[in-house]
C-alpha cells in the first residue's frame, strides 16, 4: 500500500521530476508550493531568486502534467521570521549564516512537515540532491550537485518523514528524464545564490536593513588600514571590496580575518592568517549511525572536507582538524560523514 506524500515543489525541475517519481511508484501524492516572499516578483531573473508568481504556475503545470492534486501554501511569516530575520540578525552580529540550511530545518523540515502530518500525510518528498540509506541521510550520487549538506541539521524523525528521490541520479539525468516527461522545466536554469535577495546584493540587502555605520578596517598590530559602512557587510576569508587605503607591506592581497560587531571593527590580514585547525562549535545534532570511523568534516556548502577528530564539550564540540582550512567562518555549518554518510551536524562558533 503507497504512503500519502506532500511532495513540495518549487517550480524547478528537480522538484517536479522528484514529484513526478513519487507518485509513478504508487504512492498517493499531492503537490505543495510554498509561498515564501509578501510580494513575489512576477518573473524570474535568470537564475537568481526564487518564489515568483512564474515560479508557482511552473508547479502548477507540473502537477498538472504528473495528474497529481496542486495547492499554494503561504508561508511568507513564517519565512520571512524563521530565515529572513534570522539571517540578518546573524550578519549583525558578525556571523556568516546559511539560509538555505535554515530554511530546511525551519520551513521544509518544521513548519511543512508538521502541517503535513496533521494533516494525515505520511512524508514530505523534495528535490534535494541526497539520499536516504535505511533512513540514515548519505550523498548523492552526483557530487557535484550533492546537497547533503544543507540537510545536515535535521534530526532522525524529520528524516523518518522525508523522501529524497533524487539522490541515485545525477542532474543531466534528471533533465533528460523532465523531458521525457513532457515537463516544461526541463531546461530552467537553477535557482543560485540566496532567493529572498534576488539581485545578487547581499551587502546592499544588509545596508538597508541594518543601516550605514563606519568603522575601521585594521591590520593584525591595530593599525587603521580603511574604513567600510558597516561590519555586517564583510565576511571571514572576503577579499574583494575591502577600499583599503594603502597595501600589506608585501604587496600581498589581505583578506578579512574576523568581524567584531561591537566595536564595529573588521580585521585583514594575509591568507596564511586564515589557516585553522580547531574549530569550535555549538547545537550539535546527531542523526547518522554511532560508527565514526575514517571522519570528514565539510565547513560550507560545496566546500571541501577535511578529515577530522571530534571530541564532545559542555557546550557542544570541538573538531580538530587533519590540515588547515581557509575562510571558516562563525554560523555556517560543520557536518561531520563517516564516508558518504551523514554523521551529525553542529553551528561554528569559533576558529583557530
Given at each position: 500500500m503507497g504512503l500519502r506524500v506532500l511532495a513540495a515543489m518549487s517550480g524547478g525541475v528537480d522538484s517536479a521530476v522528484?514529484?513526478?517519481?513519487?507518485?509513478?511508484?504508487g504512492h498517493d501524492v499531492t503537490g505543495v508550493h510554498l509561498a515564501l516572499s509578501a510580494n513575489p516578483q512576477s518573473h524570474r531573473t535568470g537564475a537568481r531568486g526564487c518564489c515568483t508568481i512564474e515560479d508557482s504556475r511552473d508547479a502548477r503545470r507540473a502537477a498538472d502534467v504528473i495528474g497529481?492534486?496542486?495547492?499554494?501554501?503561504d508561508m511568507a511569516e513564517r519565512f520571512q521570521r524563521d530565515v529572513?530575520?534570522?539571517?540578518?540578525a546573524e550578519y549583525a552580529a558578525g556571523r556568516t549564516p546559511?539560509?538555505?540550511?535554515r530554511c530546511n530545518e525551519k520551513i521544509k523540515f518544521a513548519a511543512v512537515l508538521d502541517r503535513a502530518l496533521a494533516l494525515g500525510f505520511d512524508a514530505v518528498a523534495t528535490g534535494h540532491h541526497a539520499r536516504l540509506v535505511d533512513?540514515?541521510?548519505?550523498r548523492s550520487v552526483d557530487q557535484a550537485k550533492d546537497q547533503s549538506y544543507v540537510l545536515g541539521v535535521l534530526t532522525r524523525e524529520q528524516l523518518s518523514h522525508a523522501i529524497f528521490p533524487l539522490g541515485d541520479s545525477t542532474k543531466a539525468e534528471v533533465r533528460e528524464e523532465a523531458a521525457r516527461r513532457g515537463l516544461t522545466v526541463a531546461d530552467k536554469p537553477d535557482s543560485h545564490d540566496i532567493c529572498f535577495i534576488a539581485d545578487g546584493d547581499t551587502r546592499g540587502f544588509l545596508a538597508e536593513r541594518l543601516g550605514a555605520a563606519e568603522g575601521p578596517i585594521v591590520d593584525q598590530s591595530g593599525e587603521v588600514?580603511?574604513?567600510h559602512q558597516g561590519a555586517h557587510g564583510f565576511t571571514v576569508g572576503q577579499r574583494k571590496g575591502l577600499r583599503i587605503d594603502r597595501p600589506a607591506a608585501d604587496g600581498r592581497p589581505r583578506y578579512v580575518l574576523s568581524i567584531e560587531p561591537v566595536s564595529n571593527t573588521v580585521t585583514v590580514g594575509p591568507r596564511s592568517a586564515l589557516e585553522v585547525t580547531t574549530i569550535t562549535c555549538g547545537r550539535p545534532v546527531w542523526n547518522g549511525p554511532s560508527s565514526l570511523d575514517d571522519l570528514t568534516v565539510q565547513l560550507r556548502a560545496h566546500g571541501e572536507v577535511y578529515g577530522c577528530r571530534f571530541e564532545?564539550?559542555?557546550?557542544?564540540?570541538?573538531?580538530?582538524?587533519?590540515?588547515?582550512?581557509?575562510?571558516?567562518a562563525a554560523g555556517q555549518a560543520a557536518v561531520l560523514y563517516s564516508g558518504a554518510t551523514v554523521v551529525g551536524s553542529a553551528t561554528i562558533t569559533h576558529a583557530a
Open positions: 522528484a514529484a513526478a517519481r513519487i507518485a509513478e511508484a497529481i492534486p496542486f495547492y499554494i501554501w529572513v530575520e534570522d539571517f540578518v546559511n539560509p538555505c540550511l533512513g540514515v541521510l548519505s588600514v580603511g574604513s564532545e564539550t559542555g557546550e557542544g564540540l570541538r573538531i580538530e582538524l587533519d590540515r588547515p582550512a581557509t575562510g571558516v
